[in-house]
Nanobody, 126 residues
Framework: QVQLVESGGGLVQSGGSRRLSCVASGRTFSSSIMAWFRRAPGKDREFVSSISWNGGGTAYADSVKGRFTISRDNVKNTVYLQMNNLNIEDTAVYFC???????????????????WGQGTQVTVSS
């Protein structure tokens, strides 16, 4: 069983930056595709970004491309989401997700991810 714990959320002004972290338990982190999703108020949860097991492949939603950067540290069992130039539409609960180990292809589909964190709230103010 993999446990994921997000941190780094909070209140930030429009145009500001924030870095989210997600620490994973277990020994399979370095073999697992990781991703970030978010749920804005009144909306369904949506894909934000994903990263391959070695960090060589990444994907982003169009709404965050060029502003957000996903990365990982397999020694620390941690995946990060650096968020720059935040706007009010980025206000959401951000969730970390992990795919079962040894899948090679990164995915934007929620159904492909097997483990989820509890989420961390990011609120962007004007």
């Amino acid at each position: 069983q993999v446990q994921l714990v997000e941190s780094g959320g909070g209140l930030v002004q429009s145009g500001g930056s924030r870095r989210l972290s997600c620490v994973a338990s277990g020994r399979t982190f370095s073999s697992s595709i990781m991703a970030w999703f978010r749920r804005a108020p009144g909306k369904d949860r949506e894909f934000v970004s994903s990263i391959s097991w070695n960090g060589g492949g990444t994907a982003y939603a169009d709404s965050v491309k060029g502003r957000f950067t996903i990365s990982r540290d397999n020694v620390k069992n941690t995946v990060y989401l650096q968020m720059n130039n935040l706007n009010i539409e980025d206000t959401a609960v951000y969730f970390c997700a992990a795919r079962r180990p040894f899948w090679l292809q990164i995915s934007q589909l929620q159904a492909d991810y097997d483990y989820w964190g509890q989420g961390t709230q990011v609120t962007v103010s004007s």
